[in-house]
């Protein structure tokens, strides 16, 4: 079953804009990690936050964690036009070992 | 070198066929997964090997046989091809706590 929803489905900015994009999830997790896709490639690993976690950063990434509310957000700070991807949540759904994708997050950046 | 290469990158096949994609990792993780994405950008996971075992079979047709001759490689077979079978299908390799990696993909068109 759908573990993790990304939302909202599809984003357009501009570039130098910030980018905020959320995953919901249903069952208790060991980490959570978001990844991007562009078009016509295969998914790439962006970062990993633990369940003790709350934040993490990496480059112009930033992801939060709250497990409360089952729930996660990427932040992408100043956006470029090469962040043009869309961009998925992958959860284990309790430690099952099997990551499970939403449906992804579009984001065009126009330039 | 490719960390996880898959072959062919496109797959265009008549309906009722039998074709194969090949996935190979170098980086001597000892599970492998099939993923399927569909026209909607949903990934769906067919089926995860450990060591050559077959973990899990998500509500996959018996039509898609998977095969392991190694731990470094995962092959998926399909039989009597139908239309809804066209889909991408990512090969990944990876572990729960530093993240997955993935191929590039393989484009399946069943005419």
């Known amino acids: 079953s759908q573990q993790g929803e990304e939302d909202p489905q599809a984003l357009s900015i501009q570039e130098g804009e910030n980018a905020t994009m959320n995953c919901s999830y249903k069952t208790s997790i060991n980490n959570l990690q978001w990844y991007r896709q562009n078009s016509g490639r295969g998914l790439v690993h962006l970062i990993l936050i633990r369940s003790n976690e709350r934040e993490k950063h990496s480059g112009r990434l930033r992801v939060t964690l709250d497990t409360s509310k089952k729930s996660s957000s990427l932040l992408i700070t100043a956006s470029r036009a090469a962040d043009t991807a869309s961009y998925f949540c992958a959860t284990d759904a309790g430690g099952s070992y099997i990551p499970t994708f939403g449906r992804g997050t579009s984001l065009i950046v126009h330039p | 070198d490719t960390a996880v290469s898959q072959t062919p990158k496109y797959l265009v096949t008549q309906m009722g066929n039998d074709k194969s994609i090949k996935c190979e990792q170098n980086?001597?993780?000892?599970?492998m997964y099939w993923y399927k994405q569909d026209s909607k950008k949903f990934l769906k996971i067919m089926f995860s090997?450990?060591?050559?075992?077959?973990?899990i079979n998500e509500t996959v047709p018996n039509r898609f046989s998977p095969k392991s001759p190694d731990k470094a490689h995962l092959n998926l077979h399909i039989n009597s091809l139908e239309l809804g079978d066209s889909a991408v299908y990512f090969c990944a390799t990876g572990h729960p706590n530093y993240g997955y990696t993935f191929g590039s993909g393989t484009r399946l068109t069943v005419v």
């Open positions: 090997y450990n060591n050559k075992e077959l973990i």
């Open positions: 980086l001597g993780h000892d599970t």
